[in-house]
């Protein structure tokens, strides 16, 4: 996502995350983006997007608030603001689901979406420009996945959907948009760690999808880039379901 802002002309693109140094893929993203020009007339004295890493955890929102501040006051600006962080649930039936899985759970999934989408919402109106806000739910935040015990998890996502309807609502008249964008079955770092070690989730998860495949990550790079952009400036407070038509069943 972060790689397609960039293309598309962001000036600086912020990524937050909680390790003290940022992966290998952050690394060869910020070196790809850096080999892209851009009109001058659209990025300044900046001839490709700046990549810029801060090791932050999205549970406490004074830190993400201060974060916003601090980018603001750079910046003099914030346009966009993109909160995908998330854990995955434990499979723990529903009547065990233990009090302190559940919190961390709620806390970075969904208090941790909140607490960027504030930082980000906060600079926008201090700036008194438009922006668009994107939180990243999933299609377990609006439906209930075949066989999977994720109380936790799919409460937490159904959780990102009514911060980014209720955040709209209370944004619109400033012009600061708040959407979701839920994906289905993604081959990610994290469900790769479900994939990976019960190899036959990857086929029994195709199945359920109408294309008969999981997602690639780059396939959420339209949504992200429209949502971010003035191409979708009468969108806001709607859920973008990117889940290959499972929901279509």
């Known amino acids: 996502m972060a790689m397609a802002l960039g293309e598309a002309g962001a000036r600086a693109v912020y990524c937050l995350d909680l390790p003290k140094e940022p992966s ?17 007339a659209v990025n300044g004295k900046n001839k490709h997007a700046r990549l810029e890493y801060i090791s932050a955890d999205v549970t406490d ?32 039936p529903c009547l065990e689901y233990p009090a302190d899985a559940m919190r ?3 806390d970075v999934n969904m208090n941790g979406a909140l607490f960027t989408a504030q930082a980000a919402g906060r600079q926008m109106q201090r700036f008194g420009k438009p922006g668009s ?26 959780g990102v959907i009514q911060i980014g309807r ?19 079955y993604i081959y990610t770092k994290m469900s ?10 990857l086929n029994e998860w195709s199945q359920l999808t109408p294309m008969n495949r ?16 003035d191409a979708s400036s009468y969108c806001t407070g709607s859920d973008i379901l990117v889940s290959g038509g499972h929901t279509a069943w």
């Open 214 to 229: 999981i997602g690639r990550p780059d396939e959420l790079r339209g949504a992200i880039t429209w949502l971010a952009s």
């Open 104 to 106: 961390r759970i709620v």
């Open 192 to 201: 790769a760690a479900e994939l990976d070690t019960h190899p036959d989730r």
């Open 133 to 158: 806000i994107v939180l990243i739910a999933s299609m377990s935040g609006s439906i209930t996945n075949k066989d999977q015990e994720w109380v936790a998890y799919n409460s937490s996502k159904a």
């Open 61 to 92: 929102q004074e830190r993400m608030w201060a974060i916003g501040q601090e980018i603001g006051d750079k910046e003099k600006r914030m346009d966009i603001c993109v909160a995908a962080a998330g854990i995955p649930s434990e499979h723990i």
């Open 24 to 40: 290998e893929d952050w690394t060869a993203t910020q070196n790809y983006l850096a080999g892209i020009p851009h009109d001058p």
């Open 166 to 184: 209720s955040m709209a609502c209370e944004l619109g008249k400033v012009g600061i948009r708040v959407n979701t964008v839920s994906p289905g």
